[in-house]
Structure formats: structure tokens, C-alpha cells
């Protein structure tokens, strides 16, 4: 923390910290060197990070018939979806960096305070992409489908990277959304009254008005409903809200 400005009627403070996570498995039970947890779909592996996923890479939509391709282990473009053609994606919903920052102003009476957070890049699962992103779920009209599905592919030569529509939907790498974000966490504003308002007789000593907002604003590229929740997954986990207070406390 450093004091920007410090006089007689005036308290100016900016503050921070970050966090930085390096990791490595290094052995696993017994002989074991690759193991996926079938509860949460995660593996582990000597040698790679906790938190780093794996599985079929996406090789784009082939504008000749709107079917998807992915790359199998010799990374040769294929049409056949296989969990055979697993691949480490060098992504992880652990993140290397985090961290938050802040200020707070204190001018005679009034009080100002602004905290943020945040996290570098970190990967998720997005499980809610087989209701929003799978035309083979419900029918159409019937659901609530993401807007980028309007690009899919509907004739040869359409270049997207949407297939056609029914195609079976996989869970690939394009199920990952990078869930780095900044976001005002709180937001203060107070002033103080002093007691000589209210009279020296008074019963009440002083009092202070304030207002508080929380998770006023975020920056991110995620494509999820809230990046600052921490899993391997979304799996449609209701988001933080935004929330609004006010106040008035009384000295007596």
C-alpha cells in the first residue's frame, strides 16, 4: 500500500497484491503416471500442471458439407469423433496469476473506497454449451440457443466454424472459454455528520449516510454466465448479482 496524499484534511491510499501459481505432478499412487478422475472428468498426469485439461481438438467445419473435423493424435484432420485422439490443450482453470487491487479517499468527512479483483487466464468447462449450443437438443424455437449459432454452416462454401445444423454435438476444446477477468468488487461511499448538528444536547452523538455497490462491473471475455466462479466447470452455476445498499448509522 502507498499514501498518494497525506495532509491535515486529506487521506488518498492506493493498495494491491498479487499471487502467482506454479505447479507441477510429479508422481502419482503406485506406478501410475495418468489417471482421469471419473467424477469430475479431470486427468493427471506426471509431468503436467493440476487443473490442465485434455481431450479432442477442433479442426474447424469442412465448407464443403458443414461437418465438423477434429485433429486425431497424429494430428491428422479427421471427421471421426474419438476420445482415442486426446491431446493435452495447455489449459488450465487454475490460473498463474491473481490477484486484486484498490483505493480509498478520505476527504474531511467524505469517505471513498474501491476494491478490484482479478485473474489471469484460466480455462472452463462450459457444460451448459450442450442446451445452448446443440441444435440436437430440443427443437428449434423451442430453446434458448447462443446468438453465433446464426453463422453455422447452411450451404458448400459457407467458411465457418459452426456445422450444420443436427450435426451430434461433442464436447471438444471449443467447450473451454477463458475465464480471466477484472471486476469492481465494491464500491463505498460515506460521509460522515458530525454531532453538532443535531445539537449539543443532542442524544445523537454523530451519524453516517453511506451507500455500498458490489460486483458493479466486469471485464471479460467469458463465455460463461460468471468467470470469477472457480471449478473445472460452469455447469450453469447461477452468477454472482450485482447488489446495491444504503445506509444510516447513529452514534448515541
Known sequence: SYDLVQ???????????VSYNDNEILALYGDTTDFV??????????GHSY???SGTLFAGVDPRDGAPMWYDKDMNITKEYSDANEHWYNKSYVADWSGGFGTSLMWGNLQIAADFSWTGERWMWLNEKFY????????????????RLLNMWQEPGDVTDIPRAKTQFQFDDTAYSNAAFLRLKNLTVSYNIPGDIFGYNSFIQGARVYA?????W?????????PEYFGNGSKGTYPGTRQYTVGLELSF
Open 37 to 46: 478422475d471419473g467424477s469430475t472428468g479431470l486427468r493427471y498426469a506426471v
Open 212 to 216: 455500498i455497490g458490489r460486483n458493479l
Open 51 to 53: 487443473g490442465e485439461f
Open 7 to 17: 495532509a491535515q484534511n486529506m487521506l488518498w491510499t492506493v493498495y494491491g497484491q
Open 132 to 147: 445452448t449450443a446443440n441444435l440436437n437438443f430440443g427443437t428449434l424455437g423451442g430453446s434458448h440457443y447462443e446468438k
Open 218 to 226: 466486469t471485464l471479460t471475455d467469458y463465455l460463461g454466465f460468471d
